[in-house]
């Protein structure tokens, strides 16, 4: 058995189980992870001597599943994108996350309660009557202080 194929058998469940989580379709969730491990083939020579393997392949996972999306113009919903943005489940309570987006400006406010409803950057951005880039930079700026605040209330 090849270096590569010890790697494989030894993460294969963690690539397919973080894909499925991610795209909740076993079929797809092989598939992208068929890709990863490819690229991650092609690309094992770029691995750091103190880079984490399963973190490498993970990201790989990652990527290819964004790419995939894209390709097929799917969107990830807002709650899932703010979940993966924490990084770990947390026990929030709704009413402080809404107190705290309450301290920000009316702007602000209008723009998170838009993303939670579904609207699009594009969309948020014509009804703000703000730039496309602008308003991803707020909602980026937004998540940021919003994790601080919940970090301040021992929230997360």
Not at 72 to 95: A, R
Not at 108 to 134: P, T
Not at 136 to 145: A, G, P, Q, S
Request: glycine content about 0%; some cysteine; aromatic content about 12%.
């Amino acid at each position: 058995m090849d270096a590569f194929e010890v790697l494989y058998q030894k993460y294969k469940q963690d690539v397919y189980h973080y894909l499925l989580y991610l795209c909740k379709n076993p079929s797809l969730a092989e598939d992208l992870m068929s890709e990863t491990f490819l690229k991650a083939y092609v690309s094992l020579h770029q691995l750091k001597k103190d880079e984490q393997v399963k973190t490498w392949l993970l990201t790989i996972a990652r990527n290819q599943f964004l790419s995939d999306c894209r390709k097929k113009k799917i969107t990830v919903s807002y709650e899932d994108y703010m979940d993966s943005f924490v990084k770990e489940p947390i026990p929030y309570d709704i009413s402080m996350i809404k107190e705290l987006i309450k301290q920000k400006d009316e702007r602000s406010q209008r723009l998170f309660q838009m993303r939670l409803d579904g609207y699009s950057y594009a969309e948020i951005a014509s009804a703000l009557h703000i730039s496309e880039n602008s308003c991803r930079v707020i909602d980026f700026r937004l998540k940021r202080w919003l994790k601080e605040e919940l970090k301040k209330e021992d929230a997360l």
